[in-house]
Protein backbone atom coordinates (compact mmCIF):
# COMPACT_ATOMS: atom_id res chain seq x y z
CA UNK A 1 0.00 0.00 0.00
CA UNK A 2 1.14 3.85 -1.06
CA UNK A 3 1.85 5.94 1.77
CA UNK A 4 -0.94 8.52 2.74
CA UNK A 5 -1.18 12.07 3.42
CA UNK A 6 -2.68 13.00 6.80
CA UNK A 7 -6.45 13.09 4.54
CA UNK A 8 -5.32 9.69 3.13
CA UNK A 9 -4.00 11.50 -0.53
CA UNK A 10 -1.36 9.28 -2.17
CA UNK A 11 2.08 10.35 -1.90
CA UNK A 12 4.06 8.38 -4.59
CA UNK A 13 7.38 7.28 -3.64
CA UNK A 14 7.35 7.97 -0.29
CA UNK A 15 8.41 5.77 2.49
CA UNK A 16 7.05 5.57 5.94
CA UNK A 17 9.55 7.87 7.48
CA UNK A 18 9.33 10.50 4.45
CA UNK A 19 5.43 10.38 4.21
CA UNK A 20 5.58 11.42 8.01
CA UNK A 21 8.47 14.18 7.95
CA UNK A 22 5.76 15.34 4.98
CA UNK A 23 2.45 15.29 6.52
CA UNK A 24 4.51 17.15 9.70
CA UNK A 25 5.57 19.78 7.32
CA UNK A 26 2.53 20.28 5.81
CA UNK A 27 1.32 20.99 9.31
CA UNK A 28 3.69 23.79 9.46
CA UNK A 29 3.46 24.61 6.14
CA UNK A 30 -0.50 25.21 7.00
CA UNK A 31 0.04 27.62 9.73
CA UNK A 32 3.03 29.34 8.37
CA UNK A 33 4.92 28.44 11.16
CA UNK A 34 8.41 26.58 12.15
CA UNK A 35 10.80 25.08 9.67
CA UNK A 36 9.20 22.93 7.33
CA UNK A 37 11.78 22.94 5.11
CA UNK A 38 14.44 20.92 6.69
CA UNK A 39 11.91 18.15 6.59
CA UNK A 40 10.99 18.29 3.41
CA UNK A 41 14.76 17.69 2.51
CA UNK A 42 14.85 15.26 4.94
CA UNK A 43 12.11 13.24 3.44
CA UNK A 44 14.01 13.97 -0.08
CA UNK A 45 16.84 13.05 0.83
CA UNK A 46 15.13 9.29 2.16
CA UNK A 47 12.83 9.64 -0.88
CA UNK A 48 14.52 10.98 -4.32
CA UNK A 49 11.34 9.95 -5.83
CA UNK A 50 8.74 11.53 -3.65
CA UNK A 51 7.04 14.07 -6.08
CA UNK A 52 4.74 16.03 -3.30
CA UNK A 53 7.91 16.49 -1.58
CA UNK A 54 9.92 18.62 -4.12
CA UNK A 55 6.27 20.24 -5.28
CA UNK A 56 5.61 21.36 -1.81
CA UNK A 57 9.50 22.62 -1.64
CA UNK A 58 9.14 24.22 -4.63
CA UNK A 59 5.70 26.06 -3.61
CA UNK A 60 7.78 27.71 -0.98
CA UNK A 61 10.74 28.51 -2.54
CA UNK A 62 8.94 30.09 -5.87
CA UNK A 63 7.13 33.03 -4.09
CA UNK A 64 8.42 36.07 -2.07
CA UNK A 65 11.51 35.19 -1.69
CA UNK A 66 15.18 36.13 -3.43
CA UNK A 67 16.30 35.44 -6.66
CA UNK A 68 18.65 32.61 -5.67
CA UNK A 69 15.89 30.77 -3.64
CA UNK A 70 13.61 31.21 -5.93
CA UNK A 71 16.30 29.17 -8.34
CA UNK A 72 16.30 26.43 -5.44
CA UNK A 73 12.55 26.21 -6.01
CA UNK A 74 13.15 26.09 -10.15
CA UNK A 75 15.50 23.17 -9.30
CA UNK A 76 12.86 21.58 -7.18
CA UNK A 77 10.53 21.94 -10.13
CA UNK A 78 12.94 20.45 -12.79
CA UNK A 79 13.64 17.52 -10.12
CA UNK A 80 9.68 16.19 -9.54
CA UNK A 81 8.94 16.68 -13.68
CA UNK A 82 9.76 13.21 -14.79
CA UNK A 83 8.98 11.36 -11.47
CA UNK A 84 6.34 8.81 -11.35
CA UNK A 85 3.06 10.62 -10.19
CA UNK A 86 -0.78 10.06 -9.86
CA UNK A 87 -3.00 12.21 -11.75
CA UNK A 88 -3.25 14.57 -8.73
CA UNK A 89 0.17 14.99 -7.86
CA UNK A 90 0.79 15.55 -12.23
CA UNK A 91 -1.47 18.51 -11.20
CA UNK A 92 0.78 19.99 -8.77
CA UNK A 93 3.80 19.67 -11.15
CA UNK A 94 2.54 21.13 -13.77
CA UNK A 95 0.97 24.12 -11.60
CA UNK A 96 4.52 24.80 -9.95
CA UNK A 97 5.85 24.95 -13.43
CA UNK A 98 3.48 27.51 -14.30
CA UNK A 99 4.58 29.23 -11.41
CA UNK A 100 8.67 29.06 -11.59
CA UNK A 101 7.76 30.30 -15.27
CA UNK A 102 5.82 33.30 -13.49
CA UNK A 103 2.49 32.17 -15.22
CA UNK A 104 0.71 32.33 -11.70
CA UNK A 105 -3.15 32.87 -13.51
CA UNK A 106 -2.00 29.14 -15.29
CA UNK A 107 -0.37 27.76 -11.89
CA UNK A 108 -3.85 29.19 -9.87
CA UNK A 109 -6.51 27.52 -12.72
CA UNK A 110 -4.45 24.33 -12.62
CA UNK A 111 -4.85 24.45 -9.03
CA UNK A 112 -8.17 25.58 -9.12
CA UNK A 113 -8.86 21.90 -10.99
CA UNK A 114 -6.71 19.37 -8.25
CA UNK A 115 -8.60 21.29 -5.50
CA UNK A 116 -11.99 20.87 -7.64
CA UNK A 117 -11.26 17.07 -8.25
CA UNK A 118 -9.92 16.39 -4.32
CA UNK A 119 -11.54 19.38 -2.39
CA UNK A 120 -9.21 17.66 0.67
CA UNK A 121 -5.71 18.29 -1.23
CA UNK A 122 -4.95 21.51 1.64
CA UNK A 123 -1.47 22.05 -0.26
CA UNK A 124 -3.83 22.91 -3.63
CA UNK A 125 -6.04 25.30 -1.73
CA UNK A 126 -3.28 26.98 0.01
CA UNK A 127 -1.03 27.23 -2.33
CA UNK A 128 -3.77 28.64 -4.89
CA UNK A 129 -5.00 30.79 -2.84
CA UNK A 130 -1.54 32.06 -3.02
CA UNK A 131 -1.71 32.45 -6.75
CA UNK A 132 -5.34 34.45 -6.55
CA UNK A 133 -3.26 36.43 -3.88
CA UNK A 134 -0.80 37.35 -6.21
CA UNK A 135 -3.02 38.15 -8.77
CA UNK A 136 -5.44 40.48 -6.40
CA UNK A 137 -8.86 38.10 -7.65
CA UNK A 138 -10.74 38.21 -4.41
CA UNK A 139 -13.33 36.61 -5.87
CA UNK A 140 -11.50 33.14 -5.89
CA UNK A 141 -9.44 33.86 -2.75
CA UNK A 142 -12.78 33.55 -1.68
CA UNK A 143 -14.29 30.93 -4.08
CA UNK A 144 -11.44 28.37 -4.25
CA UNK A 145 -11.90 28.03 -0.76
CA UNK A 146 -15.72 27.35 -0.19
CA UNK A 147 -15.95 25.28 -3.11
CA UNK A 148 -14.42 22.91 -0.75
CA UNK A 149 -15.46 23.70 2.32
CA UNK A 150 -18.40 21.03 2.44
CA UNK A 151 -15.96 18.32 2.47
CA UNK A 152 -13.90 19.56 5.42
CA UNK A 153 -15.49 19.50 9.28
CA UNK A 154 -13.80 19.51 12.78
CA UNK A 155 -12.89 15.97 12.52
CA UNK A 156 -10.65 16.85 9.51
CA UNK A 157 -6.93 17.36 10.18
CA UNK A 158 -5.40 20.49 10.01
CA UNK A 159 -9.25 22.14 9.50
CA UNK A 160 -8.20 25.32 10.88
CA UNK A 161 -5.79 25.91 7.76
CA UNK A 162 -8.97 25.74 5.63
CA UNK A 163 -10.95 28.15 8.17
CA UNK A 164 -7.92 30.22 8.45
CA UNK A 165 -7.81 30.59 3.84
CA UNK A 166 -12.25 31.34 4.67
CA UNK A 167 -11.16 34.38 6.43
CA UNK A 168 -8.91 35.81 4.60
CA UNK A 169 -11.42 35.24 0.84
CA UNK A 170 -14.34 36.09 2.85
CA UNK A 171 -12.87 39.66 4.20
CA UNK A 172 -11.39 40.24 0.66
CA UNK A 173 -14.80 40.49 -0.40
CA UNK A 174 -16.26 42.41 2.16
CA UNK A 175 -17.50 39.71 4.20
CA UNK A 176 -16.23 40.85 7.36
CA UNK A 177 -17.96 39.44 10.48
CA UNK A 178 -17.73 35.74 8.95
CA UNK A 179 -14.09 36.90 7.80
CA UNK A 180 -13.67 37.79 11.28
CA UNK A 181 -15.61 34.55 12.89
CA UNK A 182 -13.90 31.85 10.86
CA UNK A 183 -10.56 33.43 11.47
CA UNK A 184 -10.96 33.52 14.78
CA UNK A 185 -12.48 29.84 14.88
CA UNK A 186 -9.47 28.86 13.47
CA UNK A 187 -7.35 30.70 15.91
CA UNK A 188 -9.20 28.29 18.51
CA UNK A 189 -7.98 25.40 17.19
CA UNK A 190 -4.25 26.54 15.98
CA UNK A 191 -2.96 29.47 18.23
CA UNK A 192 0.45 29.82 15.81
CA UNK A 193 -1.65 30.11 12.61
CA UNK A 194 -0.42 32.69 11.14
CA UNK A 195 -2.51 33.22 8.58
CA UNK A 196 -5.61 33.35 10.18
CA UNK A 197 -4.29 35.77 12.59
CA UNK A 198 -3.68 38.28 9.82
CA UNK A 199 -7.10 37.52 8.30
CA UNK A 200 -9.08 38.63 11.40
CA UNK A 201 -5.68 41.77 10.92
CA UNK A 202 -7.36 42.64 7.86
CA UNK A 203 -11.24 42.89 9.05
CA UNK A 204 -9.88 45.09 12.15
CA UNK A 205 -8.17 47.39 9.69
CA UNK A 206 -10.97 47.36 7.02
CA UNK A 207 -13.11 48.50 9.86
CA UNK A 208 -10.56 50.95 11.18
CA UNK A 209 -11.12 49.34 14.69
CA UNK A 210 -7.75 50.63 15.66
CA UNK A 211 -7.49 49.48 19.57
CA UNK A 212 -9.24 46.11 18.59
CA UNK A 213 -6.52 45.47 16.12
CA UNK A 214 -3.89 46.28 18.85
CA UNK A 215 -5.33 43.72 21.37
CA UNK A 216 -5.94 41.13 18.69
CA UNK A 217 -1.97 41.34 17.79
CA UNK A 218 -0.78 42.19 21.11
CA UNK A 219 -2.41 40.40 23.65
CA UNK A 220 -5.45 38.19 22.10
CA UNK A 221 -3.08 36.18 20.33
CA UNK A 222 0.55 36.64 20.68
CA UNK A 223 0.99 32.89 19.56
CA UNK A 224 2.08 34.55 15.96
CA UNK A 225 5.00 36.48 17.60
CA UNK A 226 7.49 33.48 17.36
CA UNK A 227 8.81 31.17 15.43
CA UNK A 228 6.40 32.41 12.31
CA UNK A 229 7.25 32.48 8.82
CA UNK A 230 4.65 35.33 8.04
CA UNK A 231 5.77 37.14 11.27
CA UNK A 232 7.00 40.04 9.28
CA UNK A 233 3.83 40.54 7.67
CA UNK A 234 1.68 40.42 10.69
CA UNK A 235 4.22 42.82 12.54
CA UNK A 236 3.40 45.18 9.52
CA UNK A 237 -0.49 45.32 10.41
CA UNK A 238 0.13 45.60 13.94
CA UNK A 239 2.56 48.73 12.67
CA UNK A 240 -0.40 49.93 10.62
CA UNK A 241 -2.80 50.12 13.92
CA UNK A 242 -0.31 52.34 16.22
CA UNK A 243 0.32 54.60 12.78
CA UNK A 244 -3.49 54.92 12.44
CA UNK A 245 -3.96 56.13 15.93
CA UNK A 246 -1.34 58.63 15.46
CA UNK A 247 1.14 55.99 17.61
CA UNK A 248 4.41 56.95 14.93
CA UNK A 249 6.72 56.11 17.40
CA UNK A 250 5.56 52.58 18.17
CA UNK A 251 5.05 52.35 14.59
CA UNK A 252 8.26 53.30 13.87
CA UNK A 253 9.79 50.83 16.64
CA UNK A 254 8.41 48.27 15.29
CA UNK A 255 10.01 48.83 11.23
CA UNK A 256 13.45 49.24 13.43
CA UNK A 257 12.47 46.13 15.44
CA UNK A 258 11.18 43.04 14.05
CA UNK A 259 10.54 44.10 10.06
CA UNK A 260 13.99 45.19 9.36
CA UNK A 261 16.23 43.77 12.52
CA UNK A 262 17.28 40.84 10.86
CA UNK A 263 18.11 41.73 7.76
CA UNK A 264 15.87 39.52 5.82
CA UNK A 265 16.13 40.01 1.82
CA UNK A 266 12.69 37.71 1.47
CA UNK A 267 10.64 40.06 -1.19
CA UNK A 268 7.63 40.02 1.02
CA UNK A 269 9.65 41.35 4.12
CA UNK A 270 11.48 44.22 2.26
CA UNK A 271 8.06 45.16 0.42
CA UNK A 272 6.45 45.18 3.95
CA UNK A 273 9.45 47.67 5.37
CA UNK A 274 9.06 49.81 2.52
CA UNK A 275 5.31 49.95 2.57
CA UNK A 276 5.42 50.52 6.19
CA UNK A 277 8.21 53.54 5.77
CA UNK A 278 6.37 55.25 3.06
CA UNK A 279 3.33 55.31 4.93
CA UNK A 280 5.27 56.71 7.59
CA UNK A 281 6.93 59.76 5.50
CA UNK A 282 3.08 60.20 4.67
CA UNK A 283 3.26 61.63 8.12
CA UNK A 284 6.07 63.02 8.38
CA UNK A 285 8.08 61.27 10.06
CA UNK A 286 12.17 60.82 9.84
CA UNK A 287 12.75 58.40 7.32
CA UNK A 288 15.54 58.90 5.33
CA UNK A 289 18.58 57.35 6.88
CA UNK A 290 15.99 54.05 7.34
CA UNK A 291 14.94 54.51 3.27
CA UNK A 292 18.61 54.64 2.38
CA UNK A 293 19.45 51.49 4.15
CA UNK A 294 16.24 50.12 2.41
CA UNK A 295 17.41 50.91 -0.83
CA UNK A 296 20.36 49.45 -0.25
CA UNK A 297 19.02 46.22 0.54
CA UNK A 298 16.74 46.28 -2.43
CA UNK A 299 19.53 47.05 -4.75
CA UNK A 300 21.79 44.26 -3.04
CA UNK A 301 19.40 42.02 -3.55
CA UNK A 302 18.78 42.13 -7.36
CA UNK A 303 15.48 40.62 -9.25
CA UNK A 304 13.79 43.73 -10.17
CA UNK A 305 11.45 43.71 -13.40
CA UNK A 306 10.34 40.36 -12.18
CA UNK A 307 7.18 41.54 -9.96
CA UNK A 308 4.98 44.95 -10.40
CA UNK A 309 3.75 44.91 -7.26
CA UNK A 310 7.37 44.00 -5.48
CA UNK A 311 8.90 46.59 -7.63
CA UNK A 312 6.50 49.33 -6.93
CA UNK A 313 7.64 48.79 -3.08
CA UNK A 314 10.97 49.34 -4.57
CA UNK A 315 10.62 52.29 -6.08
CA UNK A 316 9.21 53.89 -2.45
CA UNK A 317 12.56 52.89 -1.28
CA UNK A 318 14.07 53.93 -4.57
CA UNK A 319 12.46 57.55 -4.01
CA UNK A 320 12.53 58.27 -0.22
CA UNK A 321 16.67 57.23 -0.57
CA UNK A 322 16.71 59.80 -2.96
CA UNK A 323 18.43 57.44 -4.97
CA UNK A 324 17.37 58.87 -8.48
CA UNK A 325 19.46 57.19 -11.17
CA UNK A 326 18.51 53.70 -9.42
CA UNK A 327 14.85 54.67 -9.90
CA UNK A 328 15.52 55.29 -13.70
CA UNK A 329 16.75 52.08 -14.07
CA UNK A 330 14.19 50.54 -12.40
CA UNK A 331 12.11 52.17 -14.57
CA UNK A 332 13.49 51.21 -17.59
CA UNK A 333 13.40 47.42 -16.06
CA UNK A 334 9.50 48.14 -15.50
CA UNK A 335 9.04 49.15 -19.32
CA UNK A 336 10.97 46.38 -20.09
CA UNK A 337 8.46 44.23 -18.40
CA UNK A 338 5.80 46.16 -19.70
CA UNK A 339 6.85 44.95 -23.38
CA UNK A 340 7.06 41.53 -22.40
CA UNK A 341 5.05 38.70 -22.07
CA UNK A 342 2.60 37.04 -19.50
CA UNK A 343 1.09 37.88 -16.09
CA UNK A 344 3.87 40.41 -14.74
CA UNK A 345 3.75 41.97 -18.02
CA UNK A 346 0.00 42.59 -17.57
CA UNK A 347 0.53 43.53 -14.11
CA UNK A 348 3.03 46.18 -14.94
CA UNK A 349 1.69 47.97 -17.97
CA UNK A 350 -2.14 48.13 -16.15
CA UNK A 351 -0.43 48.62 -12.79
CA UNK A 352 2.92 49.22 -12.20
CA UNK A 353 4.05 51.42 -14.66
CA UNK A 354 1.56 54.31 -13.63
CA UNK A 355 2.15 53.84 -10.30
CA UNK A 356 5.95 53.98 -10.34
CA UNK A 357 5.67 57.04 -12.34
CA UNK A 358 3.54 58.37 -9.99
CA UNK A 359 5.75 57.75 -6.82
CA UNK A 360 8.77 59.58 -8.72
CA UNK A 361 6.81 62.34 -9.65
CA UNK A 362 5.63 62.48 -5.79
CA UNK A 363 9.71 62.51 -4.95
CA UNK A 364 10.51 65.24 -7.38
CA UNK A 365 7.71 67.64 -5.64
CA UNK A 366 5.25 67.10 -9.03
CA UNK A 367 2.56 66.31 -7.00
CA UNK A 368 -0.29 66.87 -9.82
CA UNK A 369 1.77 64.38 -12.06
CA UNK A 370 1.63 62.29 -9.21
CA UNK A 371 -2.12 62.62 -8.19
CA UNK A 372 -3.14 62.33 -11.89
CA UNK A 373 -1.43 58.99 -12.44
CA UNK A 374 -2.83 57.47 -9.29
CA UNK A 375 -6.24 58.41 -10.14
CA UNK A 376 -5.71 56.87 -13.50
CA UNK A 377 -4.69 53.51 -12.07
CA UNK A 378 -6.47 53.51 -8.32
CA UNK A 379 -9.69 51.73 -10.17
CA UNK A 380 -7.58 48.80 -11.29
CA UNK A 381 -4.69 48.76 -9.26
CA UNK A 382 -6.00 44.89 -7.97
CA UNK A 383 -5.04 43.70 -11.07
CA UNK A 384 -0.98 43.96 -9.86
CA UNK A 385 -1.84 41.64 -6.58
CA UNK A 386 -1.88 42.36 -3.25
CA UNK A 387 -4.42 42.71 -0.76
CA UNK A 388 -7.14 45.75 -0.52
CA UNK A 389 -5.21 46.62 2.99
CA UNK A 390 -1.91 46.88 0.90
CA UNK A 391 -2.72 48.71 -2.12
CA UNK A 392 -4.68 51.49 0.38
CA UNK A 393 -1.41 52.91 0.16
CA UNK A 394 -2.20 54.24 -3.17
CA UNK A 395 -5.35 56.11 -1.86
CA UNK A 396 -2.65 57.42 0.98
CA UNK A 397 -0.63 58.85 -1.34
CA UNK A 398 -3.00 59.89 -3.38
CA UNK A 399 -4.41 61.92 -0.78
CA UNK A 400 -0.85 63.41 0.12
CA UNK A 401 -0.51 64.49 -3.36
CA UNK A 402 -3.73 65.98 -3.40
CA UNK A 403 -2.51 68.28 -0.49
CA UNK A 404 0.50 69.06 -1.71
CA UNK A 405 -0.51 70.17 -5.01
CA UNK A 406 -3.40 72.57 -3.65
CA UNK A 407 -6.02 70.57 -4.97
CA UNK A 408 -8.18 71.42 -1.79
CA UNK A 409 -11.73 70.10 -3.59
CA UNK A 410 -9.79 66.89 -4.96
CA UNK A 411 -8.42 66.37 -1.33
CA UNK A 412 -11.81 66.67 0.28
CA UNK A 413 -13.66 64.63 -1.64
CA UNK A 414 -10.92 61.78 -1.20
CA UNK A 415 -11.01 62.07 2.24
CA UNK A 416 -14.95 62.29 2.48
CA UNK A 417 -15.22 58.99 -0.18
CA UNK A 418 -12.53 57.36 2.20
CA UNK A 419 -14.58 58.12 6.14
CA UNK A 420 -17.36 56.67 3.87
CA UNK A 421 -15.76 53.44 3.34
CA UNK A 422 -13.96 52.64 6.51
CA UNK A 423 -16.58 53.84 9.09
Known sequence: MPETDAVG?????????????????????????????????RAIADSPGFVMAHVLKADMLLVGTSPDVAAMGAAAVDAARDLTATDRERGHVAA???????????????????????????????????????????RMLRD???????????????????????????????????????GREAIALEPRNAWAQHAVAHVLEMQD??????????????????????????WWHLALFHLGLGETEEAMAIYDGPITGDGSDMAFDLLDAAALLWRLKLEGAATQDRFVKLADAYEGKGGLGLSAFDDAHAMMALVGAGRDSAARDLMASLEAAAAGAGDNAMMTNDVGLPVARALVAFGQNRFA???????????????????????????????????????????????????????
Open 144 to 182: RITRALPAWSTQTPDYHAILGMLAFGLEETGLYDRAEAA
Open 209 to 234: RRADGITWMRTENPAWQKDSLFGVHN
Open 369 to 423: DAADDLRTVRSRAHRFGGSHAQRDVIDLTLIAAARASGETSLERALIAERVAARP
Open 96 to 138: AVQMAAGQFTAAGRILEDVSIAHPLDGVALQSGQLMDFMLGDS
Open 9 to 41: LTLTGASPQAAADYRQAVSLYHSLYGAPLPLLE
